[in-house]
């Protein structure tokens, strides 16, 4: 396990199953339909990449696992490792923390001034919902859809109406109402498209608390 935790790890950081290395094996895997990895050794071979130029991958990755890594390991120093540990502990988690409320879910709990919740795996399963707010013991779903542009709205709405019978099931079971929240990218961000579902969160909710 170990040995091929370290053979993928080195692979992937020198990039030598990239498709320009190794070419574009899930491309080529269609195109060849093989019924027997015999059938797909073949393919590759003839169409893709020779055994040759495997080899020569494979002696790279010798190469780098034995000379370029224990070189860089040497490198390392004890403060190396202590100045990492605080750096992904404290500077990545908050940076990471920051990314998180810049989402459409940390925009909405700043607009709504609630904490919404991602949904356990169940929930999601049985009900089609993301996230849901705690209001008075009670329970709104959300669901996030990301949108490339407003002509994918009309499909989702399609799904919408397949899924409202898990939706119904959803409020008969926690009392609150489930809501679509549109994402759509919007620069480096997103932000929600259909705005007017916010008032109608802050209905629910206020609905919820009385």
């Not at 190469?63 to 202590?82: L, M, Q, W």
């Amino acid at each position: 396990m170990a040995k091929e935790w370290i053979l993928n790890s080195v692979m992937n950081r020198f990039q030598l199953n990239f498709a320009r290395n190794v070419g574009k094996t899930s491309e080529s895997i269609r195109r060849c339909s093989p019924r027997s990895v015999d059938e797909w050794r073949e393919y590759y071979y003839s169409n893709v990449r020779t055994p040759d130029h495997l080899d020569e991958l494979g002696k790279k990755l010798y190469v780098k696992i034995t000379e370029v890594i224990p070189a860089e390991v040497e490198a390392i120093t004890e403060d190396d490792c202590i100045t990492y540990m605080h750096e992904m502990v404290i500077n990545r988690t908050f940076n990471g923390y920051m990314t998180e409320i810049q989402t459409i879910y940390g925009q909405l709990e700043a607009e709504l001034g609630v904490k919404i919740c991602p949904a356990p795996d169940e929930w999601d399963r049985l009900y089609n919902i993301d996230f849901y707010i705690n209001v008075s013991d009670k329970y709104i779903g959300l669901q996030i859809k990301p949108v490339a542009d407003t002509s994918h709205i009309s499909r989702i709405y399609q799904e919408r109406g397949q899924q409202a019978q898990t939706h119904a099931s959803f409020t008969e079971r926690f009392g609150g109402n489930m809501f679509y929240i549109f994402s759509i990218k919007d620069g480096n961000k997103r932000r929600t498209q259909n705005t007017a579902v916010i008032p109608e969160i802050r209905a629910e909710i206020a609905r919820l608390s009385s």
